[in-house]
């Protein structure tokens, strides 16, 4: 299997006044104007409402109402990608998702830790990186640091710590490789 690393480093973090009154801002127009309008036919006024925060969102793009964004303007999303139903991204840290992509409903992306070495407890920045036509199913954990190839599946409730290669099917906690993806049709 090839190795697909990505060059992110991790980033030791304390969030400036003006990060914190965004978010208070964001949490404020999320609860009032992007979570009460959940038919289809508002899909593009979220768009439009994370794209005002900050968000870097391509075109033809689904995000439900349910989904928890934590900031918007670490969020970054290629042309046709869908984020499902109460899907969370608690992307303190940086969150990058490709083109063609899935994250099913549950899921929960999470961009940062702690460095639990440090009596201070410091929070540490690890950005996460889906690249293209990657599936991430149902209620499936992605923590921080991480990289899912393309075209991979991370299978439903699996939990994922280590990066998954392109082309391939994970599951379980912690996830394992399960076998190759291969398309059929």
Same mark, same amino acid.
């Given at each position: 299997?090839?190795?697909?690393?990505?060059?992110?480093?991790?980033?030791?973090?304390?969030?400036?006044?003006?990060?914190?009154?965004?978010?208070?801002?964001?949490?404020?127009?999320?609860?009032?104007?992007?979570?009460?309008?959940?038919?289809?036919?508002?899909?593009?006024?979220?768009?439009?409402?994370?794209?005002?925060?900050?968000?870097?969102?391509?075109?033809?793009?689904?995000?439900?109402?349910?989904v928890k964004i934590w900031a918007p303007w670490n969020l970054e999303v290629g042309d046709f990608t869908?984020?499902?139903? &109460? %899907?969370?991204?608690?992307? +303190?840290?940086?969150? @990058?998702? !490709?083109? /063609?992509?899935?994250?099913?409903? *549950?899921?929960?992306?999470?961009?940062?830790?702690?460095?639990?070495?440090?009596?201070?407890?410091?929070?540490?920045?690890?950005?996460?990186?889906?690249?293209?036509?990657?599936?991430?199913?149902?209620?499936?954990?992605?923590?921080?640091?991480?990289?899912?190839?393309?075209?991979?599946?991370?299978?439903?409730?699996? &939990? %994922?710590?280590?990066?998954? +290669?392109?082309?391939? @099917?994970? !599951?379980? /906690?912690?996830?394992?490789?399960? *076998?190759?993806?291969?398309?059929?049709?």
């Amino acid at each position: 299997m090839e190795d697909i690393s990505v060059n992110m480093t991790e980033v030791r973090h304390v969030f400036s006044l003006k990060n914190k009154l965004s978010r208070v801002l964001w949490a404020f127009i999320s609860f009032f104007l992007f979570r009460p309008f959940s038919p289809r036919l508002f899909r593009k006024w979220r768009i439009f409402l994370l794209r005002c925060f900050g968000a870097k969102i391509g075109s033809s793009c689904t995000v439900h109402s349910s989904v928890k964004i934590w900031a918007p303007w670490n969020l970054e999303v290629g042309d046709f990608t869908c984020i499902g139903p &109460a %899907v969370d991204c608690y992307n +303190q840290g940086k969150i @990058v998702i !490709g083109s /063609n992509a899935t994250i099913s409903q *549950k899921a929960y992306l999470c961009a940062s830790t702690h460095d639990f070495t440090d009596t201070n407890h410091t929070l540490v920045l690890k950005p996460i990186t889906i690249m293209d036509r990657a599936w991430i199913a149902a209620d499936a954990f992605v923590g921080p640091g991480v990289t899912i190839g393309e075209g991979a599946v991370v299978g439903a409730r699996a &939990a %994922v710590y280590k990066n998954v +290669q392109n082309w391939t @099917v994970v !599951g379980g /906690n912690p996830a394992v490789f399960i *076998k190759d993806r291969k398309i059929l049709k």
